[in-house]
């Protein structure tokens, strides 16, 4: 793990809003793709959405869909998590990834094909 920076995160009420930000030095930075993944104690990394870096084109969970929105500034090398509309269940430690895990939405919800990852940012939502 290492080389990606996250900001934002902490504590919203069910229904609210959070950003999360995930940027990376321009010298170690090639990726194709920049993915958000989040954990719970005792389960598995999960998915939760990527962004094709090139094209900008997303791809998201089912359980995200409509509610989150990923985005990338190239210039900046940073990608950007909004979530709305929060629920209980969004409560994990969230994670940013980049690296060239390919282009297919298969493949980028896949967290063993990311190279970099960031240090991990908590999120509690509240009922």
């Known amino acids: 793990q290492g080389q990606l920076v996250q900001s934002g995160g902490g504590l919203a009420q069910a229904g609210g809003s959070l950003r999360l930000s995930c940027s990376a030095p321009a010298r170690t930075f090639k990726t194709s793709a920049m993915g958000w993944f989040r954990q719970t104690p005792g389960k598995e990394r999960e998915f939760v959405a990527a962004?094709?870096?090139?094209?900008?084109?997303?791809v998201y969970a089912d359980s995200v869909q409509g509610r989150f929105t990923v985005s990338r500034d190239v210039t900046e090398n940073t990608g950007r998590l909004e979530m709305n509309t929060v629920k209980s269940e969004d409560t994990a430690i969230y994670y940013c990834?980049?690296?060239?895990?390919?282009?297919?939405?298969?493949?980028?919800?896949?967290?063993?094909?990311?190279?970099?990852w960031g240090q991990g940012t908590q999120v509690t939502v509240s009922s």
């Open positions: 990834a980049a690296g060239e895990p390919g282009i297919g939405s298969i493949q980028l919800r896949d967290p063993r094909l990311y190279r970099f």
């Open positions: 962004i094709r870096w090139p094209t900008g084109t997303a």
